[in-house]
């Protein structure tokens, strides 16, 4: 617990904020507007993207979310000049790209995996990298050890050392044959990253083709690269021998949307979400339709909101894209705590994601998790024994707690919890939030929160 404090205390601090513990007296519904920037799980690997280009790139819509600081200062010891004359835009200039010692590698990374989608772009450029031992939110096993099969399967030479993991590549990379088990959608980035510049032609098969995916395609297009999209997961990558810099306005974070949209949903509320597009949104929609959420699509963003009347329960099962997200399940959880009956959630893309379900039920809620497999099909985790399913009987009347966060969603899903619940809460360990939500204690108080942020 002591290493997850002070992950949260160094990303909050990061971004400015001013304390690590907020006290909400819940109760009021959440009302106004709140603007959204580019896509956290787009734009850590559209800027990491930056070091394969020849000239200098601009990425637009950037947050200011502690895992963007992380990864610009990853960037900065690898000697990538990183620049901001307006707020919201980056210039990357990778025109001296160099080697980092590890100790600066591990002291930016700090427990963030981004390091490791670092090594295909090195490798290229330099014919070498280091990472240190990754880290991230405790949700599940996330192992690096695919992304380091898959470096090798082109052609790099991967020596494990005290300090961490040293890469070659003496003969360069070469395209090759990858199938994915499972549409991992940080091993598909790897081979993205990797494939581009290496010799000769890559097939991807099992390819995760979420939208943050694409988009980081359309940039590696922009900067050269020759990439097909086919049917039934396959990507493939011919290699090309220069890639330059691109410009491009990041996809918007449709998992910040979502969890706007569960709030307002939660605390009987009403949140045009700025930014917000229907077409990435389209699975969440029916589903916020169903459990009898309302939204307006309009030109310029989404507006979610309780119309007042009895929520219903559902049967959601996660999955990779097109299905429901993962990240959607959490915040969504605790609107289902106010419908009317018996609601399923089975997880099927991380194993330990209901870690978050304890606070609920010190609240008040009606939860039990499960090891069986409970909804329309069984999943890898089914004989794992791990608690991947949850039963959410409702209505329930939350009520105030001291929560301490355990992960990025989770931890906004808490907020969320105290935001709806009767009564006082002392939410603590807010600064991991502060990884994915940019400026989210400004965006309550737009909202109309009431807490006090503790310093």
């Known amino acids: 617990m002591s290493s997850l404090l002070q992950d949260a205390s160094r990303a909050g601090a990061s971004v400015g904020l001013k304390g690590d513990t907020i006290t909400i007296h819940g109760g009021r519904p959440l009302r106004g507007r709140i603007e959204l920037k580019g896509a956290k799980n787009l734009v850590t690997k559209a800027m990491v ?4 280009g020849e000239t200098p790139s601009v990425l637009r819509d950037v947050p200011d979310i502690s895992d963007v600081r992380v990864v610009r200062g990853l960037l900065d010891v690898h000697g990538v000049k990183v620049t901001s004359d307006e707020e919201g835009v980056l210039h990357l200039d990778p025109s001296n790209v160099e080697s980092a010692h590890m100790a600066d590698i591990d ?13 295909g772009p090195l490798l290229h450029r330099l014919g070498e990298a280091f990472i240190p031992d990754l880290g991230g939110c405790r949700i599940g096993d996330r192992p690096i050890d695919y992304h380091l099969e898959v470096l090798r399967q082109f052609g790099a ?3 494990k050392q005290p300090s961490g993991i040293r890469m070659s590549a003496p003969n360069g990379l070469k395209g090759t044959k990858v199938h994915l088990p499972y549409p991992s959608v940080g091993a598909t980035e790897q081979v993205l990253l990797t494939a581009v510049r290496a010799e000769g032609i890559t097939e991807l098969r099992g390819a995760a ?22 049917t039934d997961r396959v990507i493939r990558i011919e290699g090309v021998d220069r ?10 974070d449709r998992n910040e949307a979502a969890s706007w949209a569960a709030a307002a949903l939660a605390t009987e509320g009403d949140i045009f979400v700025g930014g917000a597009r229907q077409a990435e949104m389209l699975t969440f929609l029916n589903v916020f339709r169903k459990v009898g959420g309302k939204f307006d699509i309009a030109d310029d963003g989404i507006r979610f909101y309780h119309p007042g009347t009895q929520l219903n329960p559902v049967i959601i099962e996660t999955d990779v894209h097109p299905g429901f997200m993962t990240d959607w399940q959490q915040p969504l959880v605790v609107a289902l705590t106010k419908a009317k009956g018996v609601s399923i959630v089975h997880e099927t893309v991380y194993e330990q994601r209901f870690g978050f379900v304890d606070a609920l039920v010190e609240m008040g809620a009606t ?3 499960h090891k069986e497999c409970l909804g329309g099909q069984a999943c890898r985790f089914g004989q794992r024994n791990f608690n991947h399913s949850a039963v959410i009987s409702g209505p329930t009347h939350l009520r105030g707690a001291d929560i301490v966060v355990p992960d990025l969603r989770g931890g906004f899903s808490h907020l969320i919890a105290a935001l709806s619940a009767e009564g006082t809460s002392r939410v603590s360990n807010v600064g991991i939030i502060s990884r994915g939500y940019e400026n989210f204690i400004a965006k309550l108080e737009q909202l109309g929160a009431d807490f006090v942020l503790e310093g």
């Open 49 to 52: 993207a930056a070091i394969l």
């Open 107 to 119: 002291a930016h990374a700090g427990s963030s995996r981004i390091p490791i989608l670092f090594c």
């Open 157 to 159: 030479v991967v020596e």
């Open 209 to 230: 083709i979420e939208p943050e995916i694409m988009d980081l395609i359309n940039i590696l297009q922009k900067m050269g690269a020759i990439i097909t999209v086919d």
């Open 243 to 252: 890639l330059d810099g691109y410009s491009h306005t990041a996809l918007f």
């Open 367 to 369: 939860i039990q998790v």
